[in-house]
């Protein structure tokens, strides 16, 4: 069945003349890549196209083809309604943040993504958990739409399914991971310098961030939660970007007998972005859309309204359930 919604998929790209991509809000590496993997395979089929994300995506994926493209719409609002969309790692339409507000209910939409909690919002759904990250899906439309794998597009693939492995380090790297990635290198990707320009190099306002951050690192639940806290004034201190403030919860997760890791980052007044990061004992996945989120068994998220204490003391509580002890040990 998954052979014949890949078809279907690169049938769809066929079948429209003009598309709009779109990911997901705070964009990361496999949405970027995946995006402009689409776009890739947009421009060998003679389409027409529009790639857009809600706001900024991270300078660090500029080595990526085409990455000038990526509209930022907070900054360049967009009058069109469009008819043919792709969306890509995009769990659910609220992801999409205001990109949403580009198209109507009875829209052609094409749905690609790998996480567990997609709610199916396409009207063709292209959603494979077992994938390790939507460019490795991507990768099987690609072939299926008959286009010519060159660089550029190996660069965009091989960006999504670097960036969602860890680095090929996670267990979602599996032995078809490895079987595309070493095509993709055959393709002239080369894999040093993507994995220092995202992996390796970190900005100075990140260091800065971090100082402040560890900080506030604190063990709860009988040392198996570590947590880490980011206040604005953190931000104002440090002059860092919310960007700059990624990758902080895995100091957490990464703490011998840890088994959750989280992040409470107060991304503007009233609203606390919460990154979880698991071991094995707890499907953070499960926790995170139960408080309006969603992601992965071992690496999932939400944005809670409220201050920095409400959001701490909800995520206490379902932590203290989830791991069936008192948070206060
Ligand atoms: P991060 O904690 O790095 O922002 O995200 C980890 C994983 O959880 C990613 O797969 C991401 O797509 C997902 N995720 C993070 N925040 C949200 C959210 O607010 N809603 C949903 N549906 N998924 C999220
Ligand atoms: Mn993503
Ligand atoms: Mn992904």
Redesign the pocket.
């Known amino acids: 069945p998954n052979h014949n919604r890949v078809e279907e998929a690169a049938q769809f790209m066929h079948a429209h003349d003009r598309f709009l991509v779109l990911s ?1 809000v ?1 964009p ?1 590496g496999d949405a970027t890549g995946s995006a402009l993997g689409v776009v890739m395979i947009l421009e060998q089929l003679g389409k027409e196209y529009v790639v857009v994300n809600e706001g900024e995506t991270p300078v660090k994926f500029n080595f990526l083809p085409r990455f000038d493209q990526l509209r930022n719409l907070s900054k360049q609002p967009l009058d069109e309604t469009f008819e043919a969309v792709i969306a890509v ?1 995009c ?2 339409e ?2 999409m943040g205001d990109v949403r507000s580009l198209f109507g209910s009875g829209v052609a939409l094409l749905n690609i993504d790998h ?1 567990p ?1 997609n709610d199916g919002f396409g009207t063709i759904n292209l959603i494979r958990t077992d994938a390790a990250a939507t460019a490795e899906i991507l990768y099987d439309v690609a072939l299926a739409a008959g286009v010519t794998f060159n660089e550029e597009l190996a660069l965009c693939i091989y960006t999504g399914l670097l960036t969602d492995t860890g680095g090929f380090r996670y267990s979602n790297t599996s032995p078809y991971v490895m079987e595309i990635a070493s095509q993709l290198l055959r393709y002239g990707v080369k894999p040093g310098e993507v994995a220092e320009r995202c992996l390796e190099e970190i900005t100075f306002a990140h260091v800065k961030i971090l100082r402040l951050a560890l900080q506030s690192l604190e063990l709860s639940h009988q040392n198996l939660v570590a947590s880490i806290t980011v206040r604005q004034e953190d931000f104002v201190q440090s002059g860092a970007e919310r960007e700059d403030a ?1 990758g902080l ?1 895995n100091y957490c997760r990464n703490i011998e007998g840890v088994e959750v890791g989280v992040s409470f980052v107060e991304s503007e007044a009233g609203a606390v ?1 919460v ?2 990061r698991a071991r094995d004992r707890v499907d953070v996945s499960a926790i ?1 859309k139960k408080l ?5 068994a071992k ?5 809670i309204r409220g201050s920095l204490q409400q959001a701490k003391e909800t995520v206490r509580l379902v932590l203290e359930e989830a791991l069936g002890v008192n948070s206060n040990e």
């Open positions: 997901h705070n990361d790692d769990a659910d609220s992801r996480h909690t990624g919860v972005k990154s979880m995170a309006g989120g969603g992601g992965h690496a999932a998220g939400c944005t």
